[in-house]
T-cell receptor, first 115, second 112 residues
Framework: AAGVIQSPRHLIKEKRETATLKCYPIPRHDTVYWYQQGPGQDPQFLISFYEKMQSDKGSIPDRFSAQQFSDYHSELNMSSLELGDSALYFC??????????????FGSGTQLSVL | LAKTTQPISMDSYEGQEVNITCSHNNIATNDYITWYQQFPSQGPRFIIQGYKTKVTNEVASLFIPADRKSSTLSLPRVSLSDTAVYYCLVGVFGVGYSTLTFGKGTMLLVSP
């Protein structure tokens, strides 16, 4: 079965550079979530989109922005990178079915290292 | 979102049954209980979800007492590959509801 695809798998950037992470949800899924997980930390919710509109916002820095495109893929844009942005970034997708039964399917993540 | 409390870590041996209990004293009437599993450097994976009594699937069982103030994830006959972090989440999750928010999970270490 098709899974959530994230690219790139690994990314190395310098401080103050920009980075773009991509996420391709499971076909027919209409909702995309972005999470950040630092070393030894629990996943922290950043932002989500439903039908190409922002659905919810978590602890996403102002330096980050994201969007969901017409084909439902999503991109997380990160600017003015800081050392503390080094983390594993997960994308998850789901099919919004009206509440409690919503199950999130996570990708394998993008490991971002800021040097 | 209901606050949850679960052990930071647990140890087990291959072939044993593992029970991880999650406390959620302020669970709301409409809240569901959901468990996710996360292997190192991988995204979390949905394991099981329930509202009350008992739910069983091919991976695990979820026991929920009548007062719903706690729940127990039961993993039968664990193997080394069950070593992972297990997250208990309580709420109504979905578009227009709460967003899945991970708290402190339980690190399960299975030894030979």
């Amino acid at each position: 079965a098709a899974g959530v695809i994230q690219s790139p798998r690994h990314l190395i950037k310098e401080k103050r550079e920009t980075a773009t992470l991509k996420c391709y949800p499971i076909p027919r899924h209409d909702t995309v979530y972005w999470y950040q997980q630092g070393p030894g930390q629990d996943p922290q919710f950043l932002i989500s989109f439903y039908e190409k509109m922002q659905s919810d916002k978590g602890s996403i820095p102002d330096r980050f922005s994201a969007q969901q495109f017409s084909d439902y893929h999503s991109e997380l844009n990160m600017s003015s990178l800081e050392l503390g942005d080094s983390a594993l970034y997960f994308c998850a997708s789901s099919l919004a079915e009206g509440g409690a039964y919503e199950k999130l399917f996570f990708g394998s993540g993008t490991q971002l290292s800021v040097l | 979102l209901a606050k949850t409390t679960q052990p930071i870590s647990m140890d087990s041996y291959e072939g044993q049954e593992v029970n991880i209990t999650c406390s959620h004293n302020n669970i709301a009437t409409n809240d569901y209980i959901t468990w996710y599993q996360q292997f190192p450097s991988q995204g979390p994976r949905f394991i099981i979800q329930g509202y009350k009594t008992k739910v069983t699937n091919e991976v695990a069982s979820l026991f929920i007492p009548a007062d719903r103030k706690s729940s127990t994830l039961s993993l039968p006959r664990v193997s080394l590959s069950d070593t992972a972090v297990y997250y208990c989440l309580v709420g109504v999750f979905g578009v227009g509801y709460s967003t899945l928010t991970f708290g402190k999970g339980t690190m399960l270490l299975v030894s030979p």
